[in-house]
RNA sequence: CGCGGGGUAGAGCAGUUGGCAGCUCGCCAGGCCCAUAACCUGGAGGCCGUGGGUUCAAGUCCCACCCCCGCAA
């Protein structure tokens, strides 16, 4: 006898979490819900989320709900046979209440970060940005609120000085999915007694926009250094130079000797080059991509653009 | 066919009204020097994305295609 399941997840950051539970025998997934196939890329190509390719590899019965509050969702998702819970990771989507009341013990979600602080949807970018020193997985029961409920476990994990966002996401996305089993089967036994959360420390965090990647050359360098990392790979830091979009890859805050006071501008310094910040502090530029050209050397972009000092 | 930039030496780029294929860095050799990643001299390295077309002559003008990338999603 196993705990049938129904996974609602959509982004890379369920992927693990999904493929967990289908290799763990105590489950049985007999549904997945995720967002409907979206054109993707500059192609616009119509491309399926990567958790509906895995629940077709494993012929799972897959729901693409194109709204989540209607009736008919509603009544589609009542007509399946009654499972123990739902599983939600990385949907995508608010589930209203009624919903969340379907399954027998209610439904229980992945975030990632130590909740409650970085409620949203950028939890991850969030932690590096600030200059968090730790993060984590929480797994929690949902309820209307958004990364509201009460807490069943949380694993916690070292922000390392380089550590990029997308690093930092996969990491945690494998912590949740070793997590979840476990605390899953506990839960569904009675065997945990979910905490709440203390609201009154919560933090929040936005969806993110390629627009929040523009660097604002005012801040420290620090700060500056800290939101390429948390940005990269998703939604990526840029700036504007001679009217041109030039993404940051990498960076870091730097050594240098003296400065022109020009914030923002690109200086070179023996051969590397820099970009003064607001505090007074610069950064070394490591890699960069104008726009139209690939990802290149900060040397390249000097011996290019003839900025030789 | 969503909008746009690009493909020229190993890398990054320039190339005018069509008229000998260039610059910086790197690489190789030699020189200078106590020494050097610095400096000097010399050198190698090109199907100018692919295929057609116009022309006495095409990197350059015209047509088609391939590939890379930025925006948007």
Redo the contacts with the bound molecule.
Sequence with gaps: MSYKIIFFGTSDFSVPSLKALLADKRFEVVAVVTKPD???????VITPPPIKVIAQENNVKVFQFEKIKTDETFEALSKLESVDAYVVVSYGKIIPQRILDLPKHGVINVHGSLLPRWRGASCVQAAIATGDKKSGVTIMQMDAEMDHGNILAQKEITITDTETGGELHDRLAELGATTLPDVLVDYLENKIISQPQNHEQATYCKLL???E?KIDWSKSAAEIEHLVRAYNPWP?T?TEWEGK?V?IKKLKTGNWKEFKSDIGMPQTQE?KLFVMCGDGHAVEILEL?????????S????????L?S
């Design positions: 979206a054109p993707i890329g500059r192609h616009q926009s390629r627009d990647g990526g840029w979009r993404k051969e991509q104008p726009e139209g050209k690939r990802v290149m050397k040397q390249e972009y000097i011996v290019g653009h003839k030789i």
